[in-house]
């Protein structure tokens, strides 16, 4: 069946940096637009970047335009998300998204803070 499983969040400081995986598996990744979303306590889900299916097209929320850079490798079937300059207000779960087959990872908390 369809699965997504998201890795490498944690803690770290602000200005600091951390890299985001999700590995799939049950369908053809390279056939899907691939998405990070974010969660933050008490706030609505919001969109963080969409990638095409080759990687040639990415598309990132204001909030994170910049600092983020989400990418793929259709070999490994995983997405990346590469976090730089990280502030307080990116502390939230870190989900994978699979669009077309509405499909969500459980998600990987990142904690901005000193």
């Known amino acids: 069946q369809v699965q997504l499983v998201e890795s490498g969040g944690g803690w770290v400081q602000p200005g600091g940096s951390l890299r985001l995986s999700c590995a799939a598996s049950?369908?053809?990744?390279?056939?899907?637009?691939m998405s990070w979303y974010r969660q933050a306590p008490g706030k609505e889900r919001e969109l963080v970047a969409t990638?095409?299916?080759?990687?040639?097209?990415?598309n990132y929320a204001d909030s994170v335009k910049g600092r983020f850079t989400i990418s793929r490798d259709n070999a490994k079937n995983t997405v990346y998300l590469q976090l730089n300059s990280l502030k307080p207000e990116d502390t939230a779960v870190y989900y994978c998204?699979?669009?077309?087959?509405?499909?969500w990872g459980q998600g990987t908390q990142v904690t901005v803070s000193s």
């Open positions: 998204y699979a669009r077309q087959l509405d499909a």
């Open positions: 049950g369908f053809t990744f390279s056939l899907y637009f």
């Open positions: 990638i095409s299916l080759s990687g040639g097209s990415t």
